[in-house]
């Protein structure tokens, strides 16, 4: 027992490390594109009326409110496993996650179920009062736990090949639980007893059935079961039961089997009422419409929702392809005609009855992305997103602050977009549908004129264009000669008028995009631009130049409008990949040995190579400043190269491959894409928002730090149940109303000292590996130092205007001195208090830590005092220094600034503070020998690193002019 402990405990350890903040330029933000997965939605009714929907997205869930336009209310914590059943009670929502239960108040995670545990993956959970119910996979039990504690309470223990599948509390049934099973049977169970009630015998029989529309031929009644052989065992099995709805008909329920039988059965006379039979298959979901109209609605595996009217017995609509894939749960909201509906398609609809037939349409919706995305960019237009395209055929834009934001372009033959394509494409006998999307290029200034982005597909030769102002399709496509001429590389230009293509044979053409006519064709003499496919194709800023690269190892630049060819750099081997930024006139490839070069387009030199990839590059994009180049790589690595220093500055590893990445138009993010996943992954450049110190990485001597994917966003900081926290067998304290606990905020800040203590240690190490004799600035705003400097001008600008005060009145009486000549006696004054004096009373906060600080000879603790100033405090701070003990505060202040610029740091902030302090205690500094002493020791420090500066001043400005005059 000892030893497994110990393994757990290890193994805590490693996972507290893996997910421990890393430090670097990028740092993990949110991820975006994830609504839903296969598992159910679970509805929940509020007292103010509002209908709230959780929804799981992965290892974490999501609730949001129907009734406004199905806006994210919160996101969960993260928890290790994938959710597999969601079930809600009150603000208490369960997950069950392999053959655990997890407890969440609200979405703050609460506890862990304790005692006996299923053996199997539990497949479903059921609230019922206070108690929960859940049963698994090929198990013949039913396990009931407390719902605050999830403690073990009791099982249900079923008889032998008794296999529950689905549970439901049927209304008005008290203590009662109606189980399915994977032969079909259906029995009625007693949860205070522990007893079976009854066992349904006639839910299979055929005697006596009245058949509704399109009806099932063949059923194996339960006799036949006992004594069927293997096979017809085999058949038996796909008549397991595998939904169960309850009508707003007391007694009467649907079932729902594997063939796609629906039996509407009566439960208190065990008769049935009337079969349907589902062609599509498995029925994985059934719902009954509770106003109006009696309808009853059942999912299939192929994305249809299939509408039964039940007063005629009959089938009354085919809700064809309402998503792409098997719909997961269908269930209608209370007391109204709105349907919802949620698939393994990444996509949750609600649906309103409201046709003129009857039948249904789309009322909102919220989707992404169903299959792996294979081609990413940022679009910069009037909908500025992540540009994304799949596997599943369809085109995206989404938000990177808002997840809900977002929209679908087209989606192959399921949209009206993708239908006209279809027909265009079927009448000149091309392929039946479009294939997933390689490459995506755009401008974004003619969106509202014409369709400004272009796509290029996988093994296509065509190029199509989209509008982004309407959303669909554009009436052109760009085709290569030949059907087997696929189209390799594309670039639009900036202006938005043109787009260039190359294609597996090395053509290079220019196309007018709002046409789609043919404009140039960029030869040399009667050659084509490459020998073999062209792998890159970039347009500059203002259509002088088009740079092209290919498999023959050469860049070629040639004259936009002219299609002759001006210069060409031979690389010497094959180049797979190229970039450009338009603004720097610097182009990037990769080659054939993992490196990255980078060439001035203007003096056709090569100005970078990059070396550092194991394997082959997958994509790489330039800063918007260009002032680095991320790259990702089939080593799972992500590397960050720093273009002034040709070093690289930062990398990580994921645990999935990047396939594609982008940064935002601003650069204050990049989005990546990763193979086999269809969420977008979002993170956040830590230079766009502060001055990070770029340490140079050397690969041979250090690995890739681990880097954790982006979690959703929307979310709060993740606490995981661990035996490290010092919880035993993984039992939290019982739930209370408040959101977090005692441990929970403990561990919270616990974990966020360390991240902090641990941050700011190696800040100060690449501070003093790096900062070695360097004159370093403060990091405060530039106006604080100026508004320390001129105080006294801002005071006086800022004084209140009083109103004149009038001179006193002579007293009525005058006091006379009695004598042989009376005289008038003097009035009495009050003596002045001096400044000396008054600086002799007390001393400050601020006093008393410097004097301490001259004890020790140490004055960190008092430049970090004084630079959370303002420029107010520190004229009174410097003000109230006192000149007792023979000027020791003077003295230390003195101490303090030499010591500082002997450190070369904060310079302009030790100027500022210098200013002020000689302005109030110049006079006191004259007066004393050995103050001053000190005084002249400070000006020769002060000379020496002043004329240090400003002769490297003089010569980056030198530098500057010299460049700036050869441009």
Not at 48 to 71: A, K, S, Y
Not at 454 to 464: F, G, K
Not at 754 to 768: C, G, N, P
């Given at each position: 027992?000892?030893?497994?402990?110990?393994?757990?405990?290890?193994?805590?350890?490693?996972?507290?490390?893996?997910?421990?903040?890393?430090?670097?330029?990028?740092?993990?933000?949110?991820?975006?594109?994830?609504?839903?997965?296969?598992?159910?939605?679970?509805?929940?009714?509020?007292?103010?009326?509002?209908?709230?929907?959780?929804?799981?997205?992965?290892?974490?869930?999501?609730?949001?409110?129907?009734?406004?336009?199905?806006?994210?209310?919160?996101?969960?914590?993260?928890?290790?496993?994938?959710?597999?059943?969601?079930?809600?009670?009150?603000?208490?929502?369960?997950?069950?996650?392999?053959?655990?239960?997890?407890?969440?108040?609200?979405?703050?995670?609460?506890?862990?179920?304790?005692?006996?545990?299923?053996?199997?993956?539990?497949?479903?959970?059921?609230?019922?009062?206070?108690?929960?119910?859940?049963?698994?996979?090929?198990?013949?039990?039913?396990?009931?736990?407390?719902?605050?504690?999830?403690?073990?309470?009791?099982?249900?223990?079923?008889?032998?090949?008794?296999?529950?599948?689905?549970?439901?509390?049927?209304?008005?049934?008290?203590?009662?639980?109606?189980?399915?099973?994977?032969?079909?049977?259906?029995?009625?169970?007693?949860?205070?007893?522990?007893?079976?009630?009854?066992?349904?015998?006639?839910?299979?029989?055929?005697?006596?059935?009245?058949?509704?529309?399109?009806?099932?031929?063949?059923?194996?009644?339960?006799?036949?079961?006992?004594?069927?052989?293997?096979?017809?065992?085999?058949?038996?099995?796909?008549?397991?039961?595998?939904?169960?709805?309850?009508?707003?008909?007391?007694?009467?329920?649907?079932?729902?089997?594997?063939?796609?039988?629906?039996?509407?059965?009566?439960?208190?006379?065990?008769?049935?009422?009337?079969?349907?039979?589902?062609?599509?298959?498995?029925?994985?979901?059934?719902?009954?419409?509770?106003?109006?109209?009696?309808?009853?609605?059942?999912?299939?595996?192929?994305?249809?929702?299939?509408?039964?009217?039940?007063?005629?017995?009959?089938?009354?609509?085919?809700?064809?392809?309402?998503?792409?894939?098997?719909?997961?749960?269908?269930?209608?909201?209370?007391?109204?005609?709105?349907?919802?509906?949620?698939?393994?398609?990444?996509?949750?609809?609600?649906?309103?009855?409201?046709?003129?037939?009857?039948?249904?349409?789309?009322?909102?919706?919220?989707?992404?992305?169903?299959?792996?995305?294979?081609?990413?960019?940022?679009?910069?237009?009037?909908?500025?997103?992540?540009?994304?395209?799949?596997?599943?055929?369809?085109?995206?834009?989404?938000?990177?602050?808002?997840?809900?934001?977002?929209?679908?372009i087209a989606h192959d033959k399921k949209s009206k977009a993708g239908q006209k394509i279809l027909e265009d494409r079927a009448k000149i006998n091309r392929m039946p549908e479009i294939p997933?999307?390689?490459?995506?290029?755009?401008?974004?200034?003619?969106?509202?004129?014409?369709?400004?982005?272009?796509?290029?597909?996988?093994?296509?030769?065509?190029?199509?264009?989209?509008?982004?102002?309407?959303?669909?399709?554009?009436?052109?496509?760009?085709?290569?000669?030949?059907?087997?001429?696929?189209?390799?590389?594309?670039?639009?230009?900036?202006?938005?008028?043109?787009?260039?293509?190359?294609?597996?044979?090395?053509?290079?053409?220019?196309?007018?995009?709002?046409?789609?006519?043919?404009?140039?064709?960029?030869?040399?003499?009667?050659?084509?631009?490459?020998?073999?496919?062209?792998t890159g194709i970039c347009t500059d800023l203002v259509n002088k130049h088009v740079i092209t690269s290919g498999l023959d190892g050469r860049i070629r630049i040639w004259n936009f409008n002219?299609?002759?060819?001006?210069?060409?750099?031979?690389?010497?081997?094959?180049?797979?990949?190229?970039?450009?930024?338009?603004?720097?006139?610097?182009?990037?490839?990769?080659?054939?040995?993992?490196?990255?070069?980078?060439?001035?387009?203007?003096?056709?030199?090569?100005?970078?190579?990059?070396?550092?990839?194991?394997?082959?590059?997958?994509?790489?994009?330039?800063?918007?400043?260009?002032?680095?180049?991320?790259?990702?790589?089939?080593?799972?690595?992500?590397?960050?190269?720093?273009?002034?220093?040709?070093?690289?500055?930062?990398?990580?590893?994921?645990?999935?491959?990047?396939?594609?990445?982008?940064?935002?138009?601003?650069?204050?993010?990049?989005?990546?894409?990763?193979?086999?996943?269809?969420?977008?992954?979002?993170?956040?450049?830590?230079?766009?928002?502060?001055?990070?110190?770029?340490?140079?990485?050397?690969?041979?001597?250090?690995?890739?730090?681990?880097?954790?994917?982006?979690?959703?966003?929307?979310?709060?900081?993740?606490?995981?149940?661990?035996?490290?926290?010092?919880?035993?067998?993984?039992?939290?304290?019982?739930?209370?109303?408040?959101?977090?606990?005692?441990?929970?905020?403990?561990?919270?800040?616990?974990?966020?000292?360390?991240?902090?203590?641990?941050?700011?240690?190696?800040?100060?190490?690449?501070?003093?590996?790096?900062?070695?004799?360097?004159?370093?600035?403060?990091?405060?705003?530039?106006?604080?130092?100026?508004?320390?400097?001129?105080?006294?001008?801002?005071?006086?600008?800022?004084?209140?205007?009083?109103?004149?005060?009038?001179?006193?009145?002579?007293?009525?009486?005058?006091?006379?001195?009695?004598?042989?000549?009376?005289?008038?006696?003097?009035?009495?004054?009050?003596?002045?208090?001096?400044?000396?004096?008054?600086?002799?009373?007390?001393?400050?906060?601020?006093?008393?830590?410097?004097?301490?600080?001259?004890?020790?000879?140490?004055?960190?603790?008092?430049?970090?005092?004084?630079?959370?100033?303002?420029?107010?405090?520190?004229?009174?701070?410097?003000?109230?220094?006192?000149?007792?003990?023979?000027?020791?505060?003077?003295?230390?202040?003195?101490?303090?600034?030499?010591?500082?610029?002997?450190?070369?740091?904060?310079?302009?902030?030790?100027?500022?503070?210098?200013?002020?302090?000689?302005?109030?205690?110049?006079?006191?500094?004259?007066?004393?020998?050995?103050?001053?002493?000190?005084?002249?020791?400070?000006?020769?420090?002060?000379?020496?690193?002043?004329?240090?500066?400003?002769?490297?001043?003089?010569?980056?400005?030198?530098?500057?002019?010299?460049?700036?005059?050869?441009?």
């Open positions: 027992m000892g030893k497994k402990r110990k393994s757990l405990k290890e193994s805590s350890k490693e996972e507290e490390e893996k997910n421990k903040i890393r430090d670097g330029v990028f740092v993990s933000f949110g991820s975006v594109g994830r609504f839903t997965t296969s598992t159910p939605f679970n509805l929940r009714y509020m007292a103010d009326g509002n209908v709230w929907i959780t929804l799981c997205l992965g290892n974490r869930f999501q609730v949001r409110e129907l009734e406004n336009r199905l806006n994210v209310q919160k996101t969960s914590q993260m928890i290790s496993d994938k959710i597999k059943y969601i079930e809600t009670l009150g603000p208490f929502t369960f997950a069950a996650c392999g053959n655990f239960i997890y407890g969440f108040n609200r979405h703050v995670l609460k506890a862990r179920s304790q005692g006996e545990n299923h053996r199997n993956e539990i497949t479903q959970l059921l609230s019922f009062g206070s108690e929960i119910i859940s049963i698994s996979k090929e198990e013949n039990t039913a396990k009931i736990r407390d719902c605050e504690t999830l403690g073990f309470s009791r099982e249900i223990q079923f008889s032998e090949g008794f296999f529950p599948t689905v549970a439901v509390h049927p209304p008005t049934y008290v203590n009662k639980i109606l189980f399915g099973s994977t032969w079909g049977t259906l029995e009625l169970w007693n949860t205070k007893t522990m007893k079976r009630i009854y066992r349904f015998k006639n839910v299979l029989s055929e005697k006596g059935e009245r058949y509704g529309d399109k009806s099932s031929l063949h059923h194996l009644n339960l006799k036949e079961l006992a004594g069927a052989t293997e096979e017809e065992k085999d058949i038996g099995q796909k008549n397991a039961i595998t939904s169960i709805a309850c009508s707003p008909v007391l007694d009467v329920v649907a079932i729902g089997f594997e063939d796609g039988t629906i039996v509407i059965h009566n439960l208190r006379t065990d008769e049935n009422v009337v079969r349907f039979w589902q062609v599509e298959g498995r029925v994985t979901t059934l719902s009954f419409r509770t106003e109006e109209q009696p309808i009853l609605v059942s999912g299939t595996v192929v994305g249809s929702i299939i509408l039964w009217d039940l007063e005629k017995q009959k089938l009354f609509k085919i809700v064809a392809d309402a998503h792409h894939s098997l719909i997961s749960k269908l269930e209608f909201i209370q007391g109204q005609p709105l349907l919802i509906s949620s698939g393994s398609d990444n996509c949750i609809k609600q649906w309103i009855f409201d046709k003129p037939d009857g039948s249904c349409r789309v009322l909102r919706e919220r989707g992404g992305h169903f299959e792996p995305i294979t081609a990413i960019n940022w679009y910069d237009g009037e909908y500025n997103g992540v540009f994304t395209g799949s596997m599943d055929r369809s085109i995206r834009v989404t938000s990177e602050n808002a997840a809900d934001f977002g929209f679908k997933p999307v390689t490459s995506i290029r755009f401008s974004s200034r003619v969106e509202k004129d014409w369709p400004g982005a272009v796509t290029l597909h996988q093994d296509s030769s065509e190029a199509l264009t989209w509008d982004m102002n309407n959303r669909r399709c554009g009436k052109n496509w760009i085709r290569a000669n030949g059907k087997l001429n696929q189209q390799c590389a594309i670039e639009v230009s900036r202006c938005g008028n043109f787009m260039v293509t190359g294609d597996l044979h090395g053509q290079v053409k220019r196309y007018n995009l709002q046409s789609g006519q043919i404009r140039g064709e960029y030869l040399i003499g009667t050659m084509k631009a490459h020998e073999g496919k062209v002219e299609c002759k060819l001006e210069s060409t750099i031979e690389v010497g081997q094959p180049i797979y990949h190229l970039i450009f930024h338009r603004e720097n006139e610097l182009a990037a490839i990769v080659c054939e040995d993992f490196s990255i070069r980078v060439y001035d387009i203007d003096s056709r030199k090569m100005v970078r190579h990059f070396e550092g990839h194991n394997e082959k590059i997958t994509d790489l994009a330039f800063s918007p400043d260009c002032r680095m180049i991320v790259s990702a790589g089939d080593d799972m690595t992500v590397r960050v190269w720093d273009l002034p220093s040709g070093k690289m500055v930062d990398w990580f590893k994921t645990d999935e491959l990047v396939i594609g990445l982008a940064f935002s138009p601003s650069g204050h993010r990049i989005a990546t894409a990763h193979s086999g996943r269809c969420e977008i992954y979002l993170w956040t450049n830590l230079l766009h928002y502060a001055d990070i110190i770029l340490r140079p990485i050397d690969p041979k001597t250090s690995s890739p730090p681990r880097a954790e994917l982006p979690s959703t966003l929307i979310e709060s900081r993740d606490i995981k149940i661990e035996e490290d926290y010092g919880i035993e067998n993984h039992i939290l304290p019982k739930i209370e109303d408040n959101d977090e606990d005692e441990i929970e905020k403990h561990l919270k800040k616990k974990q966020e000292e360390a991240d902090l203590a641990a941050r700011a240690e190696r800040e100060e190490e690449s501070k003093r590996d790096f900062l070695e004799g360097l004159i370093t600035l403060s990091s405060g705003p530039i106006s604080k130092m100026q508004s320390i400097v001129h105080h006294d001008v801002i005071k006086e600008r800022n004084r209140v205007q009083l109103p004149e005060e009038k001179p006193k009145l002579a007293p009525f009486v005058l006091p006379v001195i009695s004598g042989l000549v009376p005289t008038f006696a003097p009035l009495e004054e009050e003596e002045p208090v001096t400044k000396l004096q008054k600086r002799g009373e007390y001393n400050t906060t601020f006093a008393n830590i410097l004097e301490s600080c001259v004890e020790s000879g140490d004055y960190a603790e008092t430049i970090n005092m004084m630079k959370k100033f303002s420029p107010s405090q520190a004229d009174y701070e410097f003000l109230n220094l006192s000149y007792m003990d023979d000027g020791l505060q003077i003295r230390g202040m003195l101490e303090l600034f030499k010591f500082q610029l002997e450190k070369n740091s904060d310079f302009e902030l030790v100027q500022a503070f210098l200013h002020v302090f000689l302005k109030h205690h110049s006079e006191f500094i004259a007066s004393n020998q050995e103050i001053q002493n000190l005084a002249q020791q400070l000006l020769e420090c002060q000379r020496k690193h002043w004329s240090r500066l400003q002769s490297l001043m003089d010569q980056n400005l030198c530098l500057v002019k010299f460049f700036s005059g050869i441009q």
